[in-house]
């Protein structure tokens, strides 16, 4: 761990805000691109049993 | 010899994507995580502003992505508008979010860098209110493209807001910049000193850079790729009521 | 053309006093801001400018929705969009009656909203010098808004996050006139960029606010 000095409170909240944003972001897209999957997959799957 | 208009195919564009999505995304993950670490951990405290220095890292590549975020909208609905490629239309529409995130963490970054070394959470300085004006630009995108149901037509408006919204932001830059002169002269804060950054900055920089150009694209790719699902899921649906 | 301007400006009378419902909400936002701030008259003087181009501002998006939303529901939009005029045209006409009715009522009774925040002497005529012509543009922005959201049910509160960033360079420069006024010096520079963004947006936002029509009526 560097020693941040007086601004350690700033720099790794600033740091934390960021990541924080991006994995949410991340998680965001990850997690609908596999409900899509998912919905895409069984509206599929209906369209070929019933034909 | 392929043309680069062949990806506009949406199955061609989801072979392709899907093929190079794995390896961008591993090299995104590496240069942000590396460039991150570099620099956090490896460089010098600035004789100025002390380990603040380090936000720098986060701040400016996401101030960068945020800019070229809406560039990159623009040309995906300029090409939209011309040669009417769905991907096209749903690329624009994938990265709206992503550069409003972006804009958001950079004035986060911002307002907590400003703090110490200003003294203050908000300066009104040109580059923070470009940056809070460009935030309620992408704001309005997405509340267009989420408001009208029909999705072509959402394309279509959205991509006319995208070209308009482009040269009012360009003007706003421009007014903010005179508007800030005008309140108080020569107070305006230089955030980056991009010519006299010694190289133990630039470097890890440049990774971290490099890393959320590659971030943005991964996310972009992985965005169309869920709104084509989307518009194929929809198409299908509607089938099933049909028949 | 000319036929279509009359009709407007009578509808808008109609529809309870187009002119009246955007000067009793300036006057409002005028009388609610030192109500907040204090009355303290050097506070209220020196940010008079601001609070004027503001209310001005949203006293203008206001009755925006309206431009198109009442001809679109009785259909006499689509008889527009075919109409032997062209739609770049109609969209004109639409702004310029949205100017007459609340642009430049505002424009004409601004001094005297200025007196109640203690506008100082000087900036009068760069008040309604810069309203004058900064108005314009925000109508045919506005028109440019109302084009993209005429069909939407819930389109007024969406018509103002689309609009307000656009009214953004107006908005400075028009203040910034008064404030130099008001300062006593030479408020030509703001002036002459207010004048050429209302130029520009009267010359080219008529095609977008078009094109946003025809796609919303397709």
Known sequence: MPDLGKYAVTVLSAYGAAITLIVALVVWTLWRGARMRRLLREAEARRARNG | MTSIWEYANPKKF????????????GLAALCMVGGLIWGFFFTPNDYKQGSTVKILFIHVPSAMIAINGWGMMLVASLIWVVRRHHVSALAAKAAAPVGMVMTLVALITGAIWGEPMWGTWWAWDPRLTSFLILFLFYLGYIALWQAIDNPDTAADLTSVLCMVGSVFAFLSRFAVDFWNQGLHQGASISLDGRDDMANVFLFPLLTCMLGWVLFFLTLVLLRTRTEIRARRLKALIARERMG | MIGL??????????????????????????????????????????????????????????????????????????????????????????????????????????????????????????????????????????????????????????????????????????????????????????????????????????????????????
């Open chain 2, 14 to 25: 989801m072979q392709t994507s899907g093929r190079f999505l794995p390896w961008i995304a």
């Open chain 3, 5 to 218: 301007l009359l009709r407007d400006l009578r509808l808008a009378v109609r529809a309870g006093g187009g002119f009246g419902l955007g000067l009793a909400f300036f006057l409002i936002v005028v009388v609610l801001v030192p109500l907040g701030v204090g009355p303290k008259a050097d506070l209220l003087a020196l940010i008079a400018p601001g609070i004027l181009w503001v209310a001005a501002l949203l006293a203008c998006l206001l009755s925006l929705d309206r431009i198109f939303a009442l001809d679109h529901e009785d259909g006499s939009l689509d008889l527009l969009a075919t109409a032997p005029i062209p739609l770049e045209g109609v969209v004109t006409i639409k702004a310029l009656a949205h100017w007459l009715t609340t642009g430049l009522p505002l424009t004409l009774a601004s001094p005297l909203f200025g007196l109640l925040l203690h506008l100082p002497g000087p900036a009068y005529p760069w008040l309604m010098v810069s309203l004058g012509l900064g108005t314009p543009a925000l109508s045919v922005i506005g028109t440019f808004g109302a084009a993209l959201t005429v069909g939407l049910k819930r389109g007024g509160l969406l018509l103002s996050l689309l609009v307000l960033p656009l009214y953004v360079p107006t908005l400075i420069f028009g203040a910034e006139a008064v404030r130099r006024g008001a300062e006593g010096l030479s408020a030509t520079t703001p002036l002459v960029l207010l004048a050429a963004i209302t130029l520009g947006s009267i010359a080219a936002l008529p095609f977008g606010s078009a094109a946003a029509l025809r796609i919303n009526l397709r």
